[in-house]
């Protein structure tokens, strides 16, 4: 049974150019190789031995250009090959010179920078974003090699409509993981960061936005668990419990609600502080281990948020006060932690800012804001003793 598959395997590959064919699986069997090898690589930089400092700086940001140029170098020749492709007169020699060039060079450039973008001096962040596009673009080369394959099994003879579509829109899907690579080459480190920060926050915004249009008095009967559970009770008396029982955890979730509300305002606001203060102002300078590391404890913490968002705005719609309070507790204490990270100044060792005395300076304006906007989320959640609440 086996020899029978492989006999007509070895049909399908003469129906066609052979050496077109050949390269093809080639391409196939190699950009899977490098898949698996990008999936392992977690593991294997985490138990890497660094570079030194001294190294980053002889060869600064080598691993970003040679991301680029091989991302560039992608998308310009998977446009040839698809082209070749689905023109007439079919040319296979044509699709196997362009495919030669892309194993040889494209591919090897591409997986040789994510490698090279160690998570020790280009941030966990950083590494990981990179290590997800690669594969991203890796995986959307082979659906269009498997697009071209398949014309290239007939030379072309039998081309249709929808496999002219099926290589364009493959071939659209690489171009657009290309330019997002070299989009992320060339924003570098801190420009990634920050555009995460930017996607945290706004899916914080969208919390806020959800939770004041949600009205805790529209909740359908079934929401409050007010269901037929004692059937020797009058509807008259269980239809007056229902409605007090409904009056009370009405009132009792506008106050959670309100709580959650107040707690997020600043919070938002520190996403924008973040970025404006500390992150940014890293643009100009190399992103070494120390940086790294407070990044990547920043991003975590960053990230954290807009899930204990989600959290603690589902617990209020299923009406649970309980994990409502764990939710906003664990909230305030994951905001207080990121700003614990920022607070003090980022000066790399190259642009110490120093005072009078020549001493480091341990705060700047954004210190100030930070101690200001601790002290705020400090209050909240404490009882009014004015107001006697």
């Not at 915004?205 to 009967?221: H, M, T």
């Not at 924008?272 to 643009?283: C, D, E, I, Y």
């Not at 617990?315 to 614990?340: C, M, N, R």
Request: proline share 4%; charged share 25%.
């Amino acid at each position: 049974m086996v020899a029978r598959r492989n006999i007509g395997r070895r049909q399908v590959i003469m129906a066609g150019d052979k050496k077109l064919l050949v390269i093809l699986e080639s391409t196939l069997g190699l950009s899977t190789q490098f898949i698996s090898s990008l999936s392992l690589s977690a593991a294997s930089t985490s138990s890497a031995t660094p570079r030194s400092a001294e190294e980053i700086d002889n060869n600064k940001n080598l691993p970003l250009p040679l991301l680029s140029a091989a991302a560039q170098t992608l998308k310009s020749n998977t446009g040839k090959i698809s082209l070749f492709a689905i023109n007439t007169p079919f040319t296979p020699s044509a699709i196997t010179s362009v495919l030669a060039q892309i194993n040889d060079s494209a591919l090897p450039s591409l997986v040789t920078a994510a490698f090279l973008l160690h998570p020790e001096h280009y941030t966990k962040t950083f590494h990981a974003e990179i290590n997800t596009l690669v594969k991203s673009a890796l995986r959307e080369y082979i659906a269009l090699i498997n697009d071209i394959k398949k014309i290239a099994v007939e030379n072309g003879k039998s081309l249709a409509d929808e496999d002219r579509v099926a290589v364009t829109t493959s071939a659209g899907r690489v171009w657009k993981v290309c330019d997002q690579l070299v989009a992320a080459s060339t924003d570098g480190v801190v420009g990634v960061v920050i555009q995460k920060a930017n996607e945290f926050l706004e899916l914080v915004r969208d919390g806020i936005k959800e939770l004041e249009e949600w009205n805790p008095e529209e909740s359908d009967d079934d929401d409050w668990g007010l269901v037929d559970d004692l059937a020797d009770e009058t509807k008259e008396e269980k239809d007056e419990d229902d409605e007090e029982d409904r009056e009370e955890m009405v009132a009792m979730l506008s106050g959670e609600k309100k709580d959650l509300l107040r707690l997020l305002t600043p919070i938002a606001k520190l996403y924008t502080a973040v970025t404006t203060q500390r992150l940014k102002p890293l643009r100009q300078y190399p992103i070494l281990p120390k940086y790294a590391s407070n990044l990547d404890k920043l991003m975590d913490n960053l990230k954290q948020i807009p899930d204990l968002v989600d959290e603690a705005a589902g617990s209020l719609y299923e009406h649970d006060i309980q994990a409502v309070a764990s939710y906003t507790s664990k909230l305030k204490s994951g905001a207080i932690s990121t700003v614990e990270i920022v607070k003090k100044p980022w000066y790399p060792e190259i642009g110490v800012n120093t005072n009078t005395d020549g001493q480091a300076e341990t705060e700047d304006k954004f210190s100030k804001w930070a101690t200001v906007w601790l002290k705020v989320l400090n209050e909240l959640g404490k009882p009014d003793v004015a107001n006697g609440k």
